[in-house]
């Protein structure tokens, strides 16, 4: 099923047992020493997160740097990823430090701060979803594969993707910051989650397409660690 070595498939039932699986991924690199995590954001993480706030893990000397923000929204807005952390995880478990970006702070100022973030911290493990059309982040086709946090404008395929979220697609954000491509790549080790038929075509292609930045999810494969875990459904097409 699986044509590139690189990357270790694990197809689970449904989301609820990849977030266990995730979830035993996460408490492993725990025991293993990890001090820095990279988090997403999106439906797809959910279920691990839940997994998380219902155990006894101790996050209290890892430092959280998540992936991405919208531009104009301030933290306490309802659909601002800061919020969305808070909810998910942060608010139930204490960590040395969370990063994520500020989507007020000026362009200039917020890339070269999350860079430097990055780069004094680097990641231990990068959890990611993808977007339908394979984006990582924010990083949508057609990024620099050796991007590093940028102000991004997102393609109408993710503003009708994430519109769900907010009362009508024009109250959607039209760009982010986003960790670049370069910087997801520099963890030492990447989890990829995936669940649903509508991944199922950017899975196949990150898989087992050609290394293209009009696939941005293409380029884990010339990383040394990663793991999908996705479901029946994301893995329909591999
Ligand atoms: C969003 C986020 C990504 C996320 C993706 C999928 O736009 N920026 O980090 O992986 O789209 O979201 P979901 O998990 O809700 O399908």
Redesign the pocket.
């Known amino acids: 099923m699986n044509s590139n070595k690189n990357i270790e498939i694990v197809v689970v039932k449904d989301a609820k047992e990849g977030g266990k699986k995730a979830f035993e991924l996460v408490k492993q690199s725990l025991e293993d020493g990890m001090k820095v995590i990279g988090l997403?954001?999106?439906?797809?993480?959910e279920t691990m997160y839940a997994e998380l706030r219902n155990s006894d893990l101790d996050f209290s000397n890892v430092t959280a740097i998540n992936?991405?923000e919208y531009i104009g929204l301030p933290a306490d807005h309802e659909q601002s990823?800061a919020h969305f952390m808070k909810e998910e995880l942060y608010d139930t478990k204490p960590f040395k430090e969370t990063h994520i970006p500020d989507g007020l702070a000026s362009e200039e100022e917020e890339t070269a701060r999350y860079n430097k973030v990055i780069e004094d911290n680097p990641i231990d493990l990068q959890i990611?979803?993808?977007?339908?059309n394979a984006?990582?982040?924010?990083n949508e086709p057609g990024s620099s594969f050796d991007s590093l946090t940028e102000k991004v404008e997102?393609t109408e395929d993710?503003i009708e993707?994430?519109k769900r979220f907010f009362e009508s697609a024009d109250e959607v954000p039209r760009y982010?910051y986003?960790m670049g491509l370069a910087s997801i790549m520099s963890a030492d080790k990447i989890l990829l989650?995936a669940y649903?038929e509508n991944?199922a075509e950017a899975i196949a292609n990150a898989v087992n397409g050609p290394v293209t930045e009009e696939v941005p999810a293409s380029i884990l494969q010339k990383h040394k660690d990663v793991v999908f875990i996705i479901d029946e459904d994301a893995a329909s097409k591999l």
């Open positions: 997403p954001t999106g439906s797809t993480p992936l991405d990823y990611l979803g993808i977007g339908t984006h990582l982040g924010f997102l993710t993707a994430n982010a986003s989650l649903g991944k």
